[in-house]
């Protein structure tokens, strides 16, 4: 009966370090964050340089040679279509223009001078009085001087429009550019540098270019049978700034090149752009952000990867709360993730952070986790 209790207890004891053994095991484990990976949707960005251009850039040059007598505008005033903005001195071409007149004057007397000296010489001929070569040879000079007074008409027409064009006139509302030519220069149609700048911004157009592989990417990421339907099916483009802020209004895609640049490889693209408030001008620059849009998309807190040999990995745990690295493929960024296309699917269960010491196939104590 002694040697029975004796056993007994010994199995207890034995029971019972064996307990606390595995107990002091389990709470050994490290407690480390677990979450679930699901689906869901993301956008992600693709970034492309830009040029910004008003919808209507012109070059104001001067048509006829003349001293610039007036500058009627400042430099980055806004006018108005119509408004005159230079005058030219246009004393040598309104006496070109009177002279013209008088020309035009004697060639309708010359005409009407000659018209009455064939009516004289009409019945002369009927009656044999004079020949009628002599008649022909009058009719000849009224032609010549029918002549003669058309030309007299085209000089005072042209003679006007010289005259005209002293008055330079905005042929869009817009704003006014650097102003190179000050009063009392001597300008020219043959002058290399304009007179000015005026730029339409009630719009702008922003320019940017995709290479062939960010081309075809495009292509086969919108829905659309051809090319100007998957642009109608492009969400609206973001435009940043030069100070990496974003511009209040959105844009639309609404112009693609013809071809692809031969010496950069390259399509160009064009967004319009709202500018009522005229916050954008021409010359300006920026990038263009277009969204891609993911449904189904895995995504992974970019704090829960680590890199070896330029691949990116995570740490997976399995039902039995063993881990091990697993890489991942990377297709895009969204916010402070990774944007997963292959290495891990729906179901899966990664270690949110703590796992730089962890060997593969150690356990671990998971913590429940929502990031």
């Not at 970034?47 to 980055?76: F, K, M, S, W």
């Not at 230079?86 to 002279?99: G, S, T």
């Amino acid at each position: 009966m002694k040697n029975l209790m004796l056993g007994l207890g010994l199995i207890a004891f034995l029971n019972a370090c064996s307990t606390a053994h595995s107990t002091d095991q389990s709470s050994s484990l490290p407690e480390l964050p677990v979450y679930l990976i699901e689906e869901s949707t993301a956008e992600t960005f693709q970034e492309y340089p830009a040029t910004i251009e008003g919808t209507v850039d012109i070059e104001l040059r001067p048509q006829v040679n003349g001293t610039l007598e007036q500058v009627l505008v400042d430099e980055g005033e806004y006018v108005k279509k119509g408004q005159l903005i230079f005058k030219i001195n246009d004393l040598p071409f309104r006496e070109a223009l009177n002279h013209a007149i008088a020309n035009l004057h004697a060639a309708e007397a010359a005409l009407q001078q000659s018209e009455l000296e064939v009516e004289k010489y009409k019945p002369l001929v009927e009656k044999k009085v004079v020949s009628e070569f002599q008649l022909k040879t009058l009719k000849a000079s009224q032609q010549i001087a029918h002549s003669n007074l058309e030309q007299a008409k085209a000089q005072v027409e042209s003679a006007r429009i010289n005259l005209s064009y002293t008055k330079i006139n905005a042929p869009v509302s817009g704003y006014i550019g650097r102003l190179p030519k000050k009063q009392g220069t001597l300008v020219a149609p043959t002058d290399q540098t304009p007179m000015t700048t005026l730029s339409d911004v009630h719009e702008v157009h922003v320019y940017f270019a995709l290479g062939e592989t960010d081309f075809i990417r495009f292509t086969d990421r919108y829905d659309g049978e051809t090319l100007e339907d998957k642009i109608k099916n492009l969400p609206p483009v973001t435009l940043v700034l030069a100070d990496h802020s974003k511009y209040s209004e959105l844009g639309k895609v609404d112009i693609v090149d013809g071809q692809f640049n031969k010496n950069t490889g390259t399509i160009t693209f064009r967004a319009t752009f709202p500018n009522e408030r005229g916050l954008l001008r021409s010359g300006n620059t920026g990038r263009v952000l277009i969204t891609h849009p993911h449904s189904n998309a895995i995504l992974v807190p970019q704090l829960s990867t680590f890199e070896i040999q330029d691949r990116i990995f995570v740490v997976t745990v399995d039902d039995q709360n063993r881990v091990v690295k697993q890489p991942i493929q990377i297709s895009g960024i969204y916010g402070e993730n990774y944007l997963v296309s292959g290495g891990l699917n729906p179901g899966d269960k990664i270690v949110y952070k703590g796992f730089e010491t962890l060997q593969d196939g150690a356990a671990i104590s998971p913590e429940a986790f929502k990031k």
